[in-house]
């Protein structure tokens, strides 16, 4: 079970790194911003389904919607975990936060199972549900549930019908997060992130490569919304999170045979000794 712990650990960075989306810092934003600005330069060459429009390419100025914060860590999520299961009652937010959490920590579950995940994603099947019945569907929660749905595929490798079921059920929910909330960056990377994980022959690495570029792209918008729809204004972010960005945009853009861009992606990560992507990028590129 090594390669299930490898890829669900994924899920885990995925929604953690998603939570420094939220947090500005003292990083040098000048040299932020030269990675940044490459998110232009990367479209998907597939000729799929992926329209312009989802790359906000329509002239017309964008709001983009911050992911749902759960801390910016392991210790910072296992402190609102902590305090939310010890609260007695807990606002729609909270309960939001409490199932990200739940999927989140499940990666460094010493004692992980099919069942806790079973358990995790009918959790958020139900309150996907619930928020649908109220009139308001949540689809960052519609897009958490595609992404545990896709990974908990994984445990059924010896059973290629329940594998293949489980994971096109996860990625149709994940799709339909994303044509529905075309703009929120959780749910972009949610997908994205799962995406680029997924087999090239799956043909959804055009969709990553759509989804991460776009999340780039927002991180540098100046009208952004968290989850109370309240306008914030993004200023520094996290070098950190742009060479995660980086490193999955360029598995995506491999993926997708455009090997030459994420060649350039990949060298950039690996001259940089201080990344924690650099090792991995190393590997990569002697893999292509």
């Known amino acids: 079970m090594s390669h299930f712990n490898l890829v669900i650990k994924l899920v885990s960075l995925c929604l953690i790194t998603s939570a420094l989306l939220a947090c500005s810092n003292e990083d040098d934003i000048s040299s932020v911003n030269v990675t940044l600005s490459e998110a232009d330069t990367f479209t998907a060459s597939s000729p799929g389904p992926s329209k312009a429009s989802d790359l906000g390419d329509s002239g017309l ?9 759960i801390g910016a860590d392991q210790a910072a999520q296992e402190a609102l975990y902590k305090q939310l299961k010890n609260q007695s009652s807990l606002s729609i937010l909270e309960q939001k936060q409490w199932l990200l959490l739940r999927l989140s920590l499940f990666a460094t579950d010493k004692d992980q199972s099919l069942k806790k995940l079973e358990s995790i994603s009918d959790s958020l099947a139900r309150a996907s549900e619930q928020s649908a019945k109220s009139g308001n569907q949540d689809y960052e929660l519609m897009a958490a549930l595609g992404s545990a749905l896709s990974y908990q595929s994984i445990f059924y490798q010896n059973d290629l019908g ?10 149709r929910y994940m799709d339909r997060a994303v044509k529905k909330a075309p703009n929120h960056l959780g749910i972009r990377l949610l997908r994205g992130i799962s995406y680029a994980n997924m087999p090239a022959f799956l043909n959804r690495a055009s969709f990553a490569v759509t989804d991460l570029s776009l999340l780039k792209k927002g991180l540098l918008n100046k009208s952004i919304t968290d989850e109370q729809g309240k306008k914030t204004i993004f200023k520094k972010q ?6 995660f960005i980086n490193y999955f945009l360029a598995l995506s853009l491999s993926k997708n045979e455009q090997l030459e861009s994420a060649k350039r992606l990949w060298q950039a990560l690996e001259s940089n000794p201080d990344s924690q992507w650099s090792a991995l990028a190393s590997t990569r590129l002697k893999e292509v």
Do not use: C, H, W
């Open 238 to 243: 996290s070098k950190s999170f742009i060479e």
């Open 61 to 69: 100025a964008v709001d983009y919607q911050m992911p749902t914060f």
């Open 162 to 171: 329940n594998m293949n079921l489980l994971s096109r059920k996860g990625m």
